[in-house]
Structures are given as C-alpha cells and as structure tokens.
C-alpha cells in the first residue's frame, strides 16, 4: 500500500538484511515509475491510471539522515519510505574465449 492505494508484486525471500522489500524494474515499468532525483519525487501509475506522485517534503536538505530506530517507528505510523542502492562491479573486459558464442568460432574472433 502506498498512500492508500494498492500495488500488487511478487516478493521472494532474499537472504538479505536490513531490507523490507526491494523493488526492481518490472514492477518500476510495470506502475510506470518516474523516478526525479533532483526534485525527490516518485511518480506512479495506478492500476486504475491515477497518477500518484509522492514528493519528500524536506526536498531542501541534502542528504537527510535518521537513524534505523527513528526509520522503524516512522514505518509503524504508517510513513512511506524509499530505498535505492547502487552497487558499481569493477569487472574486467571478458576475453573472446569467455564468451559462449564466441567459443564456437573462435578462429574468426581472433
């Protein structure tokens, strides 16, 4: 439920700490997500094509921090709340031989 309207998602259990549920770009593209970082803004497509837009009040302040105590208590009152995490892989470029396809027809690739 987000602000009073309801979002279906199928949820599966992650050996994940710390998180109530993780959002991915299924369900993002599924509600139509508009994600405006600079404005901290979400905007949503109902199932019933309301447009629902939930904006951070404090949209003044930097980097707002409160600690996971003060976070629990706010979600038991019924505040919504957000979470995005971005993780950057330094992977090295695949060798030709790495990639499947291209261990067929090697010989051309090299």
Known sequence: MIQNREFLANLVVLGIQGYDVI????WLTAYQATIDCKQKKLTLI????E???????????SAPLI???KASKMLSKGCSAFLCAVEVLEAPEPE???IP??????EVFQ
């Open 51 to 61: 447009t629902l837009v939930i904006k951070n009040a404090s949209s003044n302040l």
């Open 101 to 106: 396809v291209v261990q067929e027809f090697l």
């Open 46 to 49: 109902t199932s019933k094509g």
């Open 23 to 26: 959002l991915g770009m299924d």
């Open 67 to 69: 600690s996971a105590a």
């Open 96 to 98: 030709p031989r790495d």
